[in-house]
């Protein structure tokens, strides 16, 4: 026993012979992940009855047998709970998926300590979060920027942040972000197909950059309706690469209505930020769709646009 480690003793059924042992032991401990069970053996943690340390992940189980698995208490959070406002899209046992305010930083980091979603999910989920993450980011499978608004998924065990996690990595999960694009895109529906990376001379900023030196990344975009001076459009992702849609729309030549970092918005547009106090990309994650990854449902949630952006967006109707 290594510090106060829990101790499972696991029985091996006869069903168990000859399977991955991390398999083995993932279907006889429901509560754990196979991912989480793999790391317990490669780290020293399984034993069998004669207390011999079983090793290997892929070994094949021996049934039936009893088992020991050590498991670590978790590390102590570095982040503490605070009792913030959260607007909750759903929750049930396993997930939440939460409607975040423009201004709220998802985990912290040096600058942001406090007043972040991790911080107000720590206190509502009363600390029931998968801890794949870590203690810097327990239960966030995906995040979007501080001046983002919308939806945002967050696991409360690890079996569903593994779930989850495989449908972001494979692409499946439906992601629709609303932005306001500067001028009218030619053509108004299409595909922006162009590798992501960090930028060559700013390292702070990601960049278009050759298919070799980044990752791929797809948007889908269509307008919505014309504004004066700009454009609502829907921008669907395939791929989930940071500053997706502010660096693909900047691409092609029509960066987002108030984006400090990828765009520049002119006269008089500008002037028109600047009295309503917008300070912010006009982004707003509107749509999130995936397959619960516990019960095998199919999830789909919309957001309403903010208020900023709605009353923004009629200020500039034709």
Not at 170 to 196: F, K, Q
């Amino acid at each position: 026993m290594q510090g106060d480690d829990a101790i499972l003793t696991v029985t091996l059924a006869d069903s168990a012979a000859g399977l991955r042992l991390d398999r083995a032991l993932a279907e006889a401990l429901p509560d754990l992940s196979r991912e989480r069970v793999k790391t317990l053996i490669k780290g020293g943690r399984v034993a069998d009855a004669r207390g011999t340390v079983l090793w290997d992940p892929a070994a094949k189980a021996a049934a039936p047998a009893t088992l020991e698995v050590r498991v670590p208490t978790p590390a102590p959070a570095h982040n503490v709970a605070q009792d913030l406002d959260l607007v909750i899209a759903y929750e049930d046992e396993h997930l939440i998926v939460v409607d975040k305010p423009a201004g709220m930083v998802v985990h912290p980091a040096a600058g942001n300590l406090d007043g972040t979603m991790v911080n107000a999910l720590l206190h509502h989920c009363a600390g029931q979060l998968s801890g794949i993450g870590g203690v810097a980011r327990p239960g966030i499978v995906h995040r979007i920027d501080k001046d983002t608004s919308g939806l945002i998924v967050a696991a409360k065990h690890d079996k569903a942040h593994e779930g989850l996690a495989k449908q972001f990595a494979a692409h499946s999960i439906d992601r629709r972000y609303l932005a306001i694009a500067t001028g009218r895109p030619m053509p108004a529906n299409g595909t922006v197909e162009a590798a992501l990376g960090r930028s060559p001379t700013n390292r702070k900023k990601m960049a278009v950059v050759p298919a070799g030196r980044g990752k791929q990344a797809v948007t889908h975009y269509r307008t919505i309706e014309p504004l004066r001076g700009a454009t609502v459009v829907e921008c669907r992702l395939e791929t989930g690469r940071t500053h997706q849609v502010r660096v693909h729309m900047a691409h092609i030549g029509h960066p987002l209505v108030g984006d400090p970092v990828y765009g520049r918005t002119r006269k008089p547009l500008s002037d028109v930020l600047k009295a309503r106090g917008f300070e912010r990309q006009a982004l707003h994650a509107a749509h999130l769709g995936f397959i619960h990854p516990v019960t095998g449902k199919r999830i789909a949630l919309d957001s309403d646009l903010p208020a900023d952006m709605r009353e923004l967006i009629d200020e500039l109707r034709v």
